[in-house]
């Protein structure tokens, strides 16, 4: 069976930090490009972060660059994103998704998603 599961999501308070990890089960995560979404109450799902499969190159949005790290572990089948100095602006249900295309181009189709994750920073 295809699954996706994330997990790490919790409370936090700004300025602390949290790793979500993403773990596959019945495909092997290294043959995709791996993107991270976020939704927040009100608002439409958006690109957080992606690891292109082809060359390992990776891609943030503007909002977390310089604070997010994408990484793999094949080993493991698990992709993680390290988040520093979060932001109560951070705050939302986090989702990892899988892509047959090996690239991380806007826009693209994902194959497969996890259930999501929720991230809450709040002093």
């Known amino acids: 069976q295809v699954q996706l599961v994330e997990s790490g999501g919790g409370l936090v308070q700004p300025g602390g930090s949290l790793r979500l990890s993403c773990a596959a089960s019945g495909f092997t995560l290294d043959h995709y490009a791996i993107g991270w979404f976020r939704q927040a109450p009100g608002k439409e799902r958006g690109g957080v972060s992606c690891?292109?499969?082809?060359?390992?190159?990776?891609y943030y949005s503007d909002s977390v660059k310089g604070r997010f790290t994408i990484s793999r572990d094949n080993a493991k089948n698990t992709v993680y994103l390290q988040m520093n100095s979060l932001k109560p602006e951070d705050t939302a249900v986090y989702y990892c998704?899988?892509?047959?295309?090996?690239?991380?181009?806007?826009?693209?189709?994902?194959?497969?998603w996890g259930q999501g994750t929720q991230v809450t920073v709040s002093s």
């Open positions: 998704a899988a892509s047959q295309i090996p690239l991380c181009i806007a826009g693209m189709t994902y194959n497969y």
């Open positions: 690891l292109a499969s082809s060359d390992g190159s990776t």
